[in-house]
């Protein structure tokens, strides 16, 4: 391979790293359990808050979890990538926002932020996560807003919502498939 080549190939690993990163976000906020599952490597571990365990155990825990928050969505920021062959160090800051029960069991909106420490693993041509460690770097809850949603959005709609009736689901299933770009 020569110089180009090599570069080419570590920028194409990089996306993938991130297309990953991603497809996790949209997982854990549309309770999408396809999604978390294309994350994580079947054999990965995953220590996040309270769980700790398998990634196949977080996610069955995490499909336990979801349906009692309201509305969460998480954004990602900084990623820092360092490859080192078929094993990626990725530090990924992350803000959450939810409303979920907080610690009096009364409706809360949470605001998190920390960072994802993942040692990524390429398989074959695939990148996913093998092992995750969350750090929390901040976290406030405040009490939530008795209003409803329909109060709380006003006309602003459509409103996000879980799998399948999420509407980003209508617009992957109106773009016809094409074979992966190799």
């Known amino acids: 391979m020569d110089r180009n080549e090599d570069v080419i190939g570590a920028l194409y690993d990089r996306e993938m790293i991130r297309d990953c990163l991603f497809r996790y976000c949209r997982g854990i906020d549309r309770a999408d359990e396809a999604a978390l599952r294309s994350a994580y490597w079947p054999d990965g571990t995953d220590t996040h808050g309270p769980y700790q365990g398998s990634a196949s155990g977080f996610i069955d825990w995490a499909m336990k979890t979801l349906p009692s928050i309201e509305r969460g969505i998480h954004q990602i920021h900084n990623i ?16 959450a926002l939810q409303r979920q029960p907080g610690a009096d069991g009364a409706m809360a909106d949470v605001h998190m932020a920390g960072r994802y420490l993942d040692r990524f693993e390429k398989r074959g041509e695939e990148w996913r996560v093998a092992d995750r460690l969350v750090v929390f770097d901040w976290v406030s809850e405040t009490p939530a807003a008795p209003d409803t949603e329909a109060q709380r959005f006003g006309r602003r709609r459509p409103i996000g919502g879980r799998w399948p009736e999420d509407p980003v689901y209508g617009l992957l299933a109106s773009v016809p498939s094409a074979p992966p770009v190799k």
């Not at 820092?80 to 803000?95: M, S």
Request: charged share 20%; proline share 0%.
């Open 80 to 95: 820092l990538i360092e490859l080192r062959g078929a094993q990626a160090a990725v530090e990924t800051y992350f803000t």
